[in-house]
């Protein structure tokens, strides 16, 4: 069993920044593949970033990619998402999520999940 905290959330300007974290409980944290998930008012959710093991490998949406970074702490069991040049269309809740399934980019994948934090870019 997995548990899921996100935090740092928050408001921000167009062109802004803010750095997601996510903290997890559970003896196996490293061996789940983790997920950043979002969903904005009236749509359905959708894949953000994930990454797998100690790293080394990491996957993004196209529409955040060189805007956004994943990385993890395993030695913390923690999970970062740095999001760099923020537009209004970023705006929505975002999750954290946990899975050790070899898909990650289905929000159907995922086996555990935090209670999700708000994301607000105005323009």
């Known amino acids: 069993q997995v548990q899921l905290v996100e935090s740092g959330g928050g408001l921000v300007q167009a062109g802004g920044s803010l750095r997601l974290s996510c903290a997890a409980s559970?003896?196996?944290?490293?061996?789940?593949?983790l997920g950043w998930l979002r969903q904005a008012p009236g749509k359905g959710r959708e894949f953000v970033a994930a990454?797998?093991?100690?790293?080394?490998?990491?996957a993004y949406k196209d529409s955040v990619k060189c805007r956004f970074t994943i990385s993890r702490d395993n030695a913390k069991n923690m999970l970062y998402l740095q999001m760099n040049a923020l537009k209004p269309e970023d705006t929505a809740v975002y999750s954290c999520?946990?899975?050790?399934?070899?898909?990650?980019?289905?929000?159907?994948?995922?086996?555990?999940w935090g209670q999700g934090t708000q994301v607000t870019v105005s323009s």
């Open positions: 999520a946990a899975t050790q399934k070899t898909s990650y980019f289905r929000d159907s994948a995922y086996d555990y």
């Open positions: 559970g003896p196996t944290f490293s061996r789940y593949t």
């Open positions: 990454i797998v093991g100690i790293g080394e490998i990491t």
